[in-house]
């Protein structure tokens, strides 16, 4: 048999021997304590150098009870939509140097509630996406998730601040926009009955036809992805609409596909928008008309929100709320005689 390696890790005894203090003393100044007299402090640092010493990082954040790690929880790290949230939170979480816990639901409601509280009890803080949780559910778990930062969703409790993307406007002006062309037939194709966005975008459009009594506006189950917007061709045609409100761009892409499959000509046949605007909107054949949103910024403002709550930076509004701009593209012209 071979011999065993006698090989240990350096710890926070062997510093405090070669520098003369206490294991305490050396405990401080690694965790930054401006309380330890500099010349010890130096003499510490000096000792650990030497000895190649690297703190225990597990070790570290149970001291300072912090982990300089925070969490998300997303439905779909598929769509798009989320992964830019993510990019927008995560590169501004690392310019403070923190890293972060991603937790996806699956489209899961009962899975969310479960991921927030595994994530927040292994993280300084918490952004919530939570879009399929039920309010009643949301309103008892807020106070035990705090510091947390929600994203399109609002909750009762004052210290929970809340980004929102205004979807009531943004559906309102891409509806305007079609009746501009002259369409009198629209046909919103719904996203998941249980999403928060969804019944924002429907209150939205409940507004736009109290202004507009001559237009004819059908609403047809959908989903969120891909597959939703394209196996809803059928329910489209036969809905003699001229137009389509996608619940957003996935949606629309899948209803272009289908189209395309058809012979469907988009727009001289149908005009169709979706929403969000994610990266590949502008791609598509013909490019999206769309509702543009914010959305890496939204992670951003996540970050900055949540740090200002685990750091005690006084008080925040809120509700930040961020209204789309709709982007006219290819996808939608003139309704068809």
């Not at 309380?35 to 510490?44: K, N, S």
């Not at 394209?230 to 003699?240: F, I, P, Q, R, T």
């Amino acid at each position: 048999m071979g011999r065993r390696s006698t090989t240990r890790r350096i710890g926070i005894a062997d510093v405090a021997l070669k520098a003369g203090v206490s294991h305490a003393t050396v405990s401080r100044v690694m965790n930054g304590n401006l309380t330890v007299d500099p010349a010890i402090a130096t003499r510490v640092r000096e000792a650990a150098a030497e000895l190649n010493y690297q703190p225990n990082p597990v070790g570290r954040s149970l001291a300072l009870g912090k982990t300089d790690t925070i969490g998300i929880v997303v439905p779909d790290l598929a769509n798009p939509t989320f992964q830019a949230i993510l990019r927008g939170l995560s590169r501004a979480a690392a310019r403070d140097g923190y890293r972060v816990l991603i937790a996806d639901s699956s489209e899961v409601s009962s899975e969310e509630a479960i991921l927030a509280g595994e994530a927040r009890r292994r993280c300084d803080g918490l952004v919530l996406c939570a879009p399929r949780m039920g309010d009643a559910e949301l309103e008892e778990l807020a106070p035990s998730l705090q510091p947390m930062v929600l994203i399109n969703r609002t909750t009762t409790e004052s210290r929970v601040p809340s980004l929102m993307v205004d979807y009531g406007q943004g559906i309102q002006e891409l509806a305007e926009h079609l009746v501009e062309l002259g369409h009198t037939r629209i046909v919103f194709l719904s996203g998941p009955s249980r999403s928060a966005s969804n019944a924002l975008r429907v209150q939205g459009l409940e507004k736009f036809q109290a202004g507009h009594p001559g237009i004819e506006l059908q609403m047809i189950d959908g989903g969120s992805n891909f597959e939703a917007g394209h196996g809803a061709v059928d329910a489209v045609l036969a809905s003699g609409g001229t137009s389509v409100l996608a619940f957003n761009d996935l949606v629309a892409m899948g209803l272009l596909s289908g189209l395309h499959e058809r012979g469907v000509r988009v727009p001289e046949d149908i005009s169709v928008t979706g929403f969000d605007d994610i990266q590949f909107a502008r791609y598509t054949t013909p490019p999206l008309t769309t509702a543009a949103v914010p959305i890496t910024e939204l992670g951003a403002q996540a970050w900055h929100r949540l740090r200002a709550l685990i750091r005690n930076e006084g008080s925040q509004d809120a509700v930040n709320i961020f209204r789309p701009q709709v982007e006219v593209r290819g996808s939608t012209g003139p309704a068809k005689n």
